[in-house]
């Protein structure tokens, strides 16, 4: 029994240094996952046709790929077109884009959630165009998105376990080295799933607290 917690003694420091990198890269993954998302749900929503269908294109090539062939395309295939970037680089761009195409139908079911008759009522109000996003569609957005919202952010963290296979020394790729140099597989994995599961489990508490901000 000693030797068992012994283990999680000797490589606390690395599982923790991976743990550190899995959160810092899902959090930029994140932020722009929802950037570039709010972008594309708002350029689908101008009513061009040209836009509605380019954006729908990379929505549904985006939802088809394996996150695991989109990392190897930037990572092992971008020097063969002269973009050279370095592996935490590929995670973050390879999650960020990834989610975005989530995040971008999380948003335009949002958007279309609101009834047009409030919309036609603020007009004739008097409300401007800003107004009306401010005070009635970003309000009533906010309290229908977070949930879906949270949850896409909660998959991105357990998806960003491949960026192990791009050299990322993430949670599970320390994980690995602790298995190797050990020969042991209960410490280690029962470790990783524990932080795995404080992270997932501070994401959600984050989602409840905003969830219950923008529903009063």
């Given at each position: 029994m000693t030797q068992f917690f012994d283990l999680w003694v000797q490589y606390a420091p690395l599982m923790l240094a991976g743990l550190v990198t899995t959160a810092w890269i899902c959090a930029l993954a994140t932020v722009l996952g929802i950037a570039v998302g709010l972008v594309?749900?708002?350029l689908e929503g101008v009513g061009l046709k040209p836009l509605h269908w380019a954006v729908r294109?990379?929505?549904?090539?985006?939802?088809?790929?394996?996150?695991?062939i989109l990392l190897f395309v930037l990572y092992y295939g971008g020097p063969s077109i002269g973009l050279r970037l370095d592996a935490e680089t590929?995670?973050?761009?390879?999650?960020?884009?990834?989610?975005?195409?989530?995040?971008?139908?999380?948003?335009?079911s949002g958007?279309?959630?609101?009834?047009?008759?409030?919309?036609?009522?603020?007009?004739?109000?008097?409300?401007t165009s800003t107004q009306i996003?401010?005070?009635?569609?970003?309000?009533?957005?906010?309290v229908l998105i977070?949930?879906?919202m949270v949850n896409e952010v909660i998959i991105l963290i357990k998806?960003?376990?491949?960026?192990?296979?791009?050299t990322v020394a993430e949670l599970?790729?320390?994980?690995?080295?602790?298995?190797?140099?050990?020969?042991?597989?209960?410490?280690p994995y029962l470790a990783a799933a524990l932080l795995y599961w404080l992270l997932v489990e501070a994401v959600a508490q984050v989602g409840k607290y905003v969830e219950r901000r923008v529903r009063f």
């Open positions: 594309l749900a708002c294109t990379y929505i549904e090539i985006m939802r088809g790929l394996p996150i695991l590929v995670g973050v761009f390879g999650l960020g884009f990834y989610g975005a195409a989530y995040f971008a139908e999380i948003f335009r958007f279309q959630s609101i009834p047009k008759g409030q919309i036609e009522a603020a007009r004739m109000a008097g409300l996003v401010r005070h009635i569609k970003l309000p009533q957005m906010l977070t949930p879906p998806e960003s376990a491949v960026l192990s296979i791009i599970t790729k320390n994980t690995t080295q602790f298995v190797n140099e050990t020969y042991a597989v209960i410490q």
